[in-house]
């Protein structure tokens, strides 16, 4: 979620299959120059793409969702697990299975948006590393094969007006909490007209632990984004600056002035 498109060509939405749920917005793609969006139903934009780099991360706030990257080591995240709450235009997605090559999973309510993602975004289909479930997310979380298997995970789940963030209680992010491995993280997007950092903050920091939370200075835009560990792990001023540093060099992300923004929440 960041801000309105700015013109270019609206595709025609897709149409939805027998049991896509009547109450889901449709799904739409523009493309404006080099970089192709996801709308649902509104002009806001849920999502881009470079369309000459398909696998790169475009929006700056998902760069930034990548920030759980300072405290891994890096010889380990090939092996690790990723999940993605909200599949937006897949950057989150595709970026851990291709790049980071990572076990991938993403959950994702709305079919059309799979099938436009597939269609129109360049994600690829399932098989054994990547998993694309279509279910509640706030149901999905819940259950047992998942407790305690994500290093990981991205939340960033919006309606099609981005007003504020869909699932964001204390009861929710302490079952991201259950999610995550002993040294995982999870990484949320927070932004709109209603959502208040604070209070979300706040709710986090009820189920992680105040001294687990770091944070990402707004973007132009307005999108916070906020890390909260399973385990409490923190990084001094030195070991910050070399560990985006190995994020850039390892995988091409444009960390240079995360030193400068990144932070204890």
Known sequence: MLRKTRGGKTAAPQKNSPDVVSELPEVSVSDDGEVRHLHLGTPWV???MRIRDPFEIELEYVQRMMGWLLFMDPATVAGRHAMQLGLGAAAITK???KKLRMRTTAIELNPQVLAVCRSWFKLPPDNATLSVILADAAQEIKKPEWQGT???LAVDLYDHEAAA???D??????DC???LTED???????FGRTSSYERSVEKMAQAF???AMWYFRPTREGNTVVLAQRTPRALDAAALQAASQTVQARWDLPTGRWPKIFGPA
């Open 46 to 48: 849920q999502g881009s």
């Open 95 to 97: 970026f851990c299975h």
């Open 177 to 179: 909490r259950n999610l």
């Open 169 to 174: 209680s204390a009861e929710f992010y302490a």
């Open 165 to 167: 963030p869909v699932l």
């Open 150 to 152: 994500v290093d990981a």
């Open 184 to 190: 995982g993280i999870m990484t949320v997007n927070l």
């Open 209 to 211: 632990g105040s001294d």
